[in-house]
């Protein structure tokens, strides 16, 4: 029994054995399928390699551009790279130096007239993403009919200044910290640091850290109503303006309304083309402040034409969409741009507005698009109504920058300016300088004396002698 058990435990524990084995192989091949598997995901994937490497491109890239973007570019090269007809647009006009804030650096105000200057004086004021170019029709066709207009383009935009400079004290942080030395690199070259390790024998730390702790910044000119407000009272007391007709359009009333009412006496009339006081204009804000969307729109004239026709215009060329894309993209415009729309003032109640005690005896006429949408007609009509001295008229062109429609627009702000009662201006003499005025008083002094004395012999000498030959260089006397 014990050997019947003992080989029925051995034939036992053979199946055992003979089912163990077979067991090893499978052990041996399921390695090596895992392996397999193993090596097929660790070997490089040559669709994920690019996808990666395409990736990281693209963010140095925006990277590269958004701090590249920072820096204002240099207005010579900015210049050289215009279209013919921004160049030939700016050679008409002048910059007069304004100041929008106080204690701060004057800031030059593009400006373009047009017309007879001995006339009734009207402004163009442009709104969210235009400039004085976008009216140069307009502006031509209304010299053109014996008015004086100016076109001006507000800090920030067009050929006036775009950007600050401002002295900081305080941390930077490691964005500012890098964008410092970058500067300085560009500045003092790259071997700089490496030079003043050689002659100190250290670092220049102390020294970039003291003037980290002070230094000039470039910001964007940021305008609101206010600097608005300072910019319309010192451009029209340069060119001796006042009182003006203010042609408004677009976003331009959300800019200028406060000031149009503390300022009554220097207005004349007003003028309304396509205003709106619930939005902050006809061009889409959201487009010019979302990266890579702004990179697009901006980079292309053809995109640019297309998203403005889209949105705001009817007719807006190739040739004027990349002029109005250059001047937005140039120069640090578009950063300006963007913080002027978002200082836009559009939540003012026009009807209180336009009750107030300055403006309710005010000459007002709106001038809207006739066929752009039903829901732009009901505005215009709401505007109309909360204004209802002001005088409603249509026109065929679209909601924004309508130089298609120029001559349109000139005959109707033509018709209601002259239908006004003509201004009349005090002319105020320039005063004659302090030793020039001493000088006519010693000419004519001498001229009494040598008339006394000859008095009875050269009765008309006093018409004659330096006196009068110096009040010829004023345009006050007879020539030399």
Request: charged share 20%; glycine share 10%; net charge negative.
């Amino acid at each position: 029994m014990a050997i019947i058990t003992e080989e029925h435990d051995q034939q036992e524990s053979k199946p055992q054995q003979s089912q163990k084995r077979p067991a090893n192989p499978n052990k041996t091949k399921q390695p090596a399928s895992s392996r397999t598997n193993e090596q097929q995901s660790s070997g490089i994937n040559p669709f994920s390699f690019w996808f990666y490497f395409t990736l990281s491109v693209s963010l140095i890239t925006l990277l590269v551009l958004s701090i590249s973007s920072l820096s204002p570019q240099d207005t010579k090269s900015w210049f050289l790279s215009l279209p013919v007809t921004l160049r030939q647009h700016y050679s008409k006009g002048r910059s007069i130096k304004v100041q929008t804030r106080l204690n701060q650096a004057t800031t030059e105000v593009f400006t373009v007239e047009e017309g007879p200057i001995a006339s009734e004086n009207v402004i163009i004021l442009h709104g969210f993403g235009l400039s004085s170019y976008s009216y140069r029709q307009l502006s031509k066709s209304l010299g053109g009919k014996g008015v004086h207009v100016v076109a001006l383009d507000l800090p920030g935009n067009g050929f006036s200044d775009k950007y600050t400079e401002e002295v900081v004290e305080g941390p930077v942080g490691i964005l500012g910290r890098f964008r410092y030395v970058y500067n300085e690199i560009q500045e003092k070259g790259f071997f700089w640091a490496f030079d003043q390790i050689v002659e100190t024998g250290q670092i220049p730390y102390e020294e970039i850290l003291a003037r980290m702790a002070k230094r000039k910044i470039v910001k964007p000119i940021e305008l609101g109503p206010e600097e608005i407000g300072r910019v319309l009272v010192q451009m029209i007391e340069t060119m001796r303006l006042a009182p003006v007709h203010l042609v408004l359009h677009d976003s331009a009333l959300g800019l200028s309304a406060n000031w149009i009412s503390e300022n009554s006496e220097l207005v004349r009339s007003v003028t309304l083309i396509d205003t709106s006081t619930k939005t902050s204009g006809a061009l889409p804000f959201w487009v010019l402040d979302i990266p890579v969307i702004r990179e697009i729109v901006l980079g292309s004239s053809f995109v640019y034409a297309k998203m403005v026709n889209l949105c705001c215009s009817k007719q807006l060329g190739m040739v004027d969409a990349d002029a109005q894309r250059v001047l937005l993209k140039g120069r640090g415009g578009r950063r300006a741009v963007v913080a002027m729309g978002k200082n836009v003032n559009g939540s003012f109640d026009i009807a209180e507005w336009g009750g107030s005690d300055g403006l309710k005896h005010m000459p007002m006429q709106v001038l809207w698009s006739a066929g752009w949408s039903q829901e732009w007609t009901e505005e215009g009509n709401r505007i109309a109504q909360a204004l209802p001295r002001a005088s409603f008229v249509t026109h065929s062109g679209g909601r924004w920058a309508q130089e298609d429609v120029a001559d349109e627009l000139a005959d109707k702000i033509s018709q209601f300016v002259s239908s006004l009662p003509k201004t009349v201006r005090k002319v105020e003499e320039e005063p004659i300088p302090a030793h020039i005025q001493k000088m006519f008083d010693e000419a004519k002094s001498s001229d009494h004396g040598h008339d006394h004395d000859h008095h009875h012999h050269h009765h008309g000498h006093e018409h004659g002698g330096h006196g009068g030959g110096y009040m010829d260089a004023y345009g006050l006397g007879g020539g030399w």
